[in-house]
């Protein structure tokens, strides 16, 4: 039988197909050694698992500040804040900061905050407890703030825009920033518009006059209107107090003490010889009365007058 071209080369190996062969065989090797690398790494999170629930080693997969906060507890001692009533909000932000500092559990939340109670508080939580038993953190605080806070049914954007100057600024102030904590997505130049409707007349115009853009800027024009004013009303009573106060003018004279007869007594001429006579006797020429121990008779002068010069021509 003959052979042919075709049947010579069936029988001869291919040099393409043994090379890919070999590289398939070390792909295969490696992933193998991937598999493997993959199973040990498994084992070493389940071992580190259970050191972390045995209590081997710190919580190390909590967050970043919690850890921080665990770090930092044996150099920084932070008391917690007693409350004894009034506006709860602000003890509030202080006992969750110092929980989260502590990072303090839920179930000891209400424990930790009920030994800080006083006064009123205090009896308002004995009172409570003997209603219900209040085991999380937001039934105590919700209470506490039911019963401190505004009225059930005050409107918190109409309690703000009624807001008005009764006071210094430092005053006004303080109620506005207390009103404005009680609304929510309230738009900065409206904030604005509210505090300056507020101020006194005084200094609303020079505030306004100025264009604030914030309302902290507003309120340091107000500061600074504020003493300006009261700086000048001193100097302004201080001159007031240095002018002359006017009376009504009502003629007077000292013969009103010293009454004469010169009104009643009609007049008539007076010789020389008369008016010489009346001085030595020390009377006036005029009416006739006593003036020698009245140094403020009217006619004294013009009495001596005549009398010298009665003499003089005697």
């Known amino acids: 039988m003959v052979n042919t071209r075709g049947d010579s080369s069936v029988n001869v190996p291919d040099p393409n197909v043994s090379q890919m062969t070999n590289q398939l065989t070390a792909i295969m090797r490696k992933l ?24 081997a080693g710190s919580n190390r997969q909590e967050e970043g500040e919690s850890s921080f906060f665990n770090n930092r507890r044996p150099y920084h001692k932070i008391d917690f804040p007693t409350f004894s009533g009034g506006d709860p909000r602000g003890w509030i932000l202080k006992a969750e900061k110092y ?21 009123d508080a205090l009896d308002l939580y004995s009172w409570l407890s003997t209603e219900q038993v209040i085991t999380y953190w937001d039934e105590l605080t919700q209470a506490f703030q039911k019963h401190y806070g505004p009225p059930e049914f005050q409107n918190p954007d109409e309690y703000l825009i009624s807001v008005r100057q ?48 914030t309302v902290y800027k507003a309120m340091s024009l107000a500061l600074e209107f504020e003493s ?50 009346r001085f030595l006797r020390g009377e006036c020429f005029r009416c006739g009365d006593k003036y020698g121990f009245d140094p403020f008779h009217p006619l004294r002068e013009a009495a001596g007058f005549y009398g010298i010069s009665g003499a003089e021509n005697k």
């Open 32 to 55: 193998e050694s991937m598999e493997a690398w993959k199973e040990d790494l498994n084992n070493l999170k389940k071992q580190f698992a259970n050191k972390e629930k045995g209590g």
């Open 228 to 277: 300006k004013l009261s700086t000048l009303k001193p100097a302004k009573s201080f001159h007031s107090s240095l002018k002359p106060e006017a009376k009504p003018f009502s003629p007077t004279s000292h013969t009103a003490s010293h009454p004469t007869q010169a009104n009643s007594k009609p007049h008539s001429r007076i010789t020389d010889p008369e008016k010489q006579a």
């Open 166 to 213: 009764t006071g210094s600024v430092h005053e006004y102030r303080q109620e506005f920033t207390k009103r404005v904590s009680r609304v929510v997505d309230w738009p900065d130049h409206c904030l604005l518009g509210v505090f300056i409707h507020g101020l006194k007349d005084e200094l609303k115009s020079d505030v306004r006059i100025h264009k604030p853009r």
């Open 99 to 119: 929980f989260r500092f502590y990072n303090t559990s839920e179930e000891e939340k209400v424990d930790v905050a009920a030994m800080h109670l006083e006064d």
